[in-house]
């Protein structure tokens, strides 16, 4: 079994030098009126492309431009979506992270189906590995979106509504070359009910993805209770974060994977480094059970909740757990 | 209702007392003077003397704007965690992280067992209250924010930290009560990150305040209030600080349904926006607080912290909320 190690996601857009407060520094002076949005754009791409070497130097397989440029996970996509109005701050999940709630007050339109192909085509182009466009889910930009056009009141039509307008990114993403494609539903695990309804925006979705393979990643929550429904889902990887419940990766040696499995063993919310021959150790449990040729290893989330220095080394640290496996290279 | 409890303390306050929930903007002369410190060109000394001027600036600026219970504005704080991380040891610097927008703060990582070694807000305190003869709040994180705001490194888990927490808090409110402080506001604005460990937080915040004779609030904000409330009611202070001029719509109905059985600091103008709301605006959520709510319960204030407005709008966003007062006062005294 091939283990291949990924980000999951943000990495962080600031750092303690000078040159990684570029974008801080640019977005105040856009703020004061004293630059331009093309030296915001500019600086937001000096910080990708610390953020894809960053991973590069860490040993990295399949890089992530680090959504460097995402405002937050909900209303950067949301924003750019006809039918949408972005508000006031919520805190995002149990983060100390907050985003901008958008308000639907319309039909929900996708504003050309381009929206996020300019940033994956700019890390590619500067990258010497593979990159993965990471997309905020349907079900999660539903569950933080205000509702005040009547015929989104009922969930089904508006997670419909969004996943309408993801496609045509799905599609663009993977036409662009894009080898795997993550989607974040981290929503699912706080709201399990919705699982039906997510199933049926999957299965729509799924039909956009070309031969990308699409990378479920649930996280901030324990996906033990949906574990093996989560294996039902029309999805070629299923990304799962293995943090809130000790007890999850005994289930998953259980029970094992009919998928190709993205492992978030290493904690992105904390900065204390886990041992690396204990992850390894499980790692080499768990891979013996997962069916398919690849599996990944990579931080439980987006590692934006730490500092520049805690995410580096917990990428470093990906490293040195594949090292001590028996063999998964 | 604590009408009791503030004439216990000798606290005489008019009907819908105008507060502030904490910070105001640092004036560019502070910006460059910490800034400055850093790079070597001032003394800790000189940053203290342009701290204690903006602070004097705004205790007075709150009592000509006829604000009733003051804060000193946190003018020498840069975040609210790590504030308090710094002088506790127990506590390191942690590097940035963004909390919103182009927001960063440093996130402290809690490396051994925190203690509390000397008071840490007290000289602050009285600074603020030896200019004023209205109350001062003193302002405290609570242990449940300090906890989650942190990266820990050291306790076995997230109930042993809080409570760890709680009685490093509990020393510093027990310092301000000494030195005369008489309403001590304990900012919990995590409290409803994880609704399951609600029960420990209520537990901490129990342990701090347990007691001690001052008028208690908590500001709690941006969060899943619905998910923590009635149960947030069971918090053992007298006041609990909400951001209300969003999500009025959506939490009055709660506080129908459920009684709303303490005080309230009813966030009446949005801290993240650059509009100054008008004064009917705010006339207008203040009557519809009340059509829930008792006149009796209900201070008012901003949804949060003003320290990411200008100064001009931070006053502004004040002025309209003692307008607003001033005119329910009027309006309700002669019913």
């Avoid at chain 1, 929206?115 to 889910?137: C, M, R």
């Avoid at chain 2, 059985?261 to 959520?285: M, N, W």
Wanted: glycine share 6%.
């Amino acid at each position: 079994m091939k283990l291949l190690l990924t980000n999951a996601g943000s990495y962080p857009r600031i750092g303690d030098t000078p040159e990684l407060q570029l974008l801080r520094r640019t977005q105040g002076a856009l703020d004061r009126k004293e630059t331009t949005p093309e030296s915001l754009q500019a600086a937001e791409g000096a910080l990708v492309k610390a953020a894809l070497r960053e991973q590069e130097e860490a040993g990295l397989d399949l890089l992530t431009d680090g959504q460097v440029r995402w405002g937050d996970p909900i209303s950067h996509f949301a924003g750019k979506l006809a039918g949408i109005e972005i508000s006031a701050l919520l805190r995002y999940f149990d983060t100390n992270f907050y985003f901008r709630q958008p308000v639907a007050k319309g039909e929900i339109k996708a504003a050309n189906g381009r929206a996020l192909l300019a940033e994956y085509e700019f890390a590619k182009s500067n990258s010497s590995k593979p990159v993965k466009p990471v997309l905020t889910g349907p079900l999660t930009l539903a569950r933080h979106t205000l509702v005040e056009h009547p015929p989104y009141q009922q969930l089904d039509p508006l997670v419909r509504a969004y996943a309408q307008a993801l496609a045509p990114e799905l599609e663009a993403l993977a036409h662009a070359g894009a080898e795997v494609i993550q989607l974040d539903e981290p929503a699912l695990l706080r709201h399990q009910t919705d699982f039906p309804v997510l199933q049926r925006a999957l299965q729509m979705l799924t039909k956009h993805k070309g031969k990308a393979k699409l990378a479920l990643y649930v996280y901030f929550g324990d996906p033990q209770p949906l574990y093996e429904r989560l294996q039902q889902l029309p999805v070629d990887i299923l990304g799962l974060d293995f943090t809130y419940n000790p007890k999850f990766v005994e289930r998953v040696i259980a029970l094992g994977s009919q998928k190709p499995l993205a492992l978030g063993l290493v904690d992105g919310r904390n900065t204390r480094l886990e041992d690396a021959a204990a992850v390894a150790h499980t790692l080499d449990r768990i891979l013996l059970r997962v069916k398919g040729d690849a599996c990944y290893l990579n931080p439980s989330c987006g590692l934006e909740y730490l500092p520049r220095d805690r995410a580096l080394a917990k990428l470093k640290l990906l490293t040195q757990i594949r090292a001590q496996t028996k063999g998964h290279k | 209702m604590s009408r009791e409890r503030l004439k216990e303390l000798c606290l005489e306050l008019p009907l819908f007392p105008v507060t502030s929930v904490g910070s105001f903007p640092k004036p560019d002369y502070l910006t460059q003077a910490r800034a400055d410190l850093q790079k070597g060109k001032i003394t800790a000394a000189e940053l203290r003397a342009l701290e204690e001027k903006a602070t004097a600036f705004w205790i007075e600026k709150q009592e000509e704007l006829g604000v009733d219970v003051l804060v000193d504005g946190e003018q020498y704080r840069g975040d609210m965690v790590a504030y308090f991380a710094e002088v506790l040891p127990g506590f390191q610097e942690g590097g940035l992280v963004r909390s919103y927008g182009n927001r960063y703060y440093r996130k402290p990582i809690i490396v051994g067992a925190v203690e509390w070694t000397k008071p840490i807000t007290v000289d602050w305190w009285r600074f603020a209250q030896e200019r004023t003869d209205r109350p001062v709040k003193g302002m405290l994180t609570g242990p449940y924010t300090l906890m989650d705001w942190s990266f820990n490194e050291h306790y076995p888990d997230r109930k042993t930290t809080c409570l760890a927490m709680a009685q490093v808090v509990r020393k510093e409110v027990e310092a301000l009560i000494e030195a005369g402080c008489k309403i001590v506001q304990i900012d919990e604005p995590a409290i409803s990150t994880r609704v399951e460990e609600l029960p420990f937080a209520l537990e901490a915040m129990q342990q701090v305040t347990n007691g001690l004779p001052a008028y208690f609030v908590t500001h709690i904000c941006y969060g899943a209030f619905e998910y923590v409330y009635p149960k947030v009611l069971e918090l053992a202070v007298n006041n609990i600080d909400l951001d209300m001029s969003a999500t009025a719509g959506r939490r009055l109905p709660l506080m129908q349904k459920d009684p709303f059985t303490k005080d309230i600091s009813y966030g009446v103008v949005d801290s993240h926006s650059h509009l100054i709301e008008d004064v009917e605006t705010v006339k207008q959520r203040v009557a519809q607080a009340l059509t829930v709510l008792a006149k009796e319960q209900v201070w008012l204030d901003p949804d949060c912290g003003l320290k990411t407005r200008t100064v001009e709008e931070a006053l502004g966003k004040l002025r309209v909320i003692t307008e607003a007062a001033k005119a329910a006062r009027a309006e309700h005294i002669t019913q």
